[in-house]
T-cell receptor, first 113, second 116 residues
Framework: SQKIEQNSEALNIQEGKTATLTCNYT??????LQWYRQDPGRGPVFLLL?????KEKRKERLKVTFDTTLKQSLFHITASQPADSATYLC????????????FGSGTRLQVQP | DTEVTQTPKHLVMGMTNKKSLKCEQH?????MYWYKQKAKKPPELMFV???????INESVPSRFSPECPNSSLLNLHLHALQPEDSALYLC???????????????FGPGTRLTVL
């Protein structure tokens, strides 16, 4: 069955460091992968989308990579700030025709000042 | 207007009550979604509407009944819920309702539902 795993439930880093979050998937070759941010009690907010033919995508301090051979996406936040503390979710459309996202379990990032 | 609104923010209901959750977007999006999210878990898809037609029902119990009156509105009617249905219910929309398209989803703030 399809499975999406995010490497750790929680990640603590110091302000100014780079946070790296991992999303692994099995048994599927998605056409794209998305990353969302979710703050407690709020809905997820879209951050980045990367297509299968893109190795890397950047947006300000965010960088996403997509390795379809390893079936893995890495999400980096450079020069992290306490305001970056949130849960980060990766999401795939497991069946392109359905337009339905399946979310990974999320990684709760805590940036210490 | 680039947001999805949901009402109410909080809802407490008994197992015999009938209530409705409402969702609205004015971005011209043609796909709308309902998700259920339990604490410390990811959102789980319940229903997808594409061009106001139900296109996906993820085997959701019939005590949850979705409705899409028009392209801007999405309702979720609740009846005879169980305590385990207590969760954050999220509505989302995306621009393109055509199959085989990638889609960025815009989420509302959610309705926190408690079933007593």
């Amino acid at each position: 069955s399809q499975k999406i795993e995010q490497n750790s439930e929680a990640l603590n880093i110091q302000e100014g460091k780079t946070a790296t979050l991992t999303c692994n998937y099995t048994n599927y070759s998605p056409a794209y992968l998305q990353w969302y941010r979710q703050d407690p009690g709020r809905g997820p907010v879209f951050l980045l989308l990367i297509r299968e033919n893109e190795k890397e995508k950047r947006k300000e301090r965010l960088k996403v990579t997509f390795d379809t051979t390893l079936k893995q996406s890495l999400f980096h936040i450079t020069a992290s700030q306490p305001a970056d503390s949130a849960t980060y979710l990766c999401a795939l459309d497991l069946d392109t025709g359905r337009r339905a996202l399946t979310f990974g379990s999320g990684t709760r990032l805590q940036v210490q000042p | 207007d680039t947001e999805v609104t949901q009402t109410p923010k909080h809802l407490v209901m008994g197992m015999t009550n009938k209530k409705s959750l409402k969702c609205e977007q004015h971005m011209g999006h043609r796909a709308m979604y309902w998700y259920k999210q339990k604490a410390k878990k990811p959102p789980e898809l319940m229903f997808v509407y594409s061009y106001e037609k139900l296109s996906i029902n993820e085997s959701v119990p019939s005590r949850f009944s979705p409705e899409c009156p028009n392209s801007s509105l999405l309702n979720l009617h609740l009846h005879a819920l169980q305590p385990e249905d207590s969760a954050l219910y999220l509505c989302a929309s995306s621009q393109d309702g055509t199959p085989s398209s990638y889609n960025e989803q815009f989420f509302g703030p959610g309705t926190r539902l408690t079933v007593l």
